[in-house]
């Protein structure tokens, strides 16, 4: 499995990323507990492939796992959802979309 694909399995089940000074950082916002049996496998991915993490999340979505055209009001999105979120006005859909499909 290739270290992105872990990324959006990972972002499927609720887990947020996000690279700080370069560095990969991962937290589970739920909802619920993550199953281990899936998740660590995956995490293991993560934590090998860093490097390639850290590029791939700077091209990813966060929030639908397409591929990021730019960072609107601090949050990197592709443009579809940058459109939707004028549509609908919500400030962090990222969040709140993660939840609806996990
Ligand atoms: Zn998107």
Do not use: N
């Not at 990972?10 to 996000?18: P, Q």
């Not at 507990?33 to 995490?43: F, K, S, T």
């Amino acid at each position: 499995m290739r270290p992105g694909e872990a990324v959006i399995e990972l972002s499927r089940m609720g887990f947020k990323f996000e690279v700080a000074d370069g560095k990969v950082r991962y937290r589970y916002e739920g909802p619920g507990e993550p199953d281990p049996g899936q998740a660590v496998p995956l995490l293991e991915v993560v934590k090998a492939h860093r490097d390639e993490v850290a590029f791939f999340l700077k091209c990813h979505c966060p929030r639908c796992g397409g591929v990021v055209f730019g960072t609107f009001e601090g949050k990197s999105r592709c443009l579809a959802c940058y459109w939707e979120s004028e549509k609908t006005g919500k400030q962090d859909l990222g969040r709140t979309e993660l939840r609806k499909t996990a």
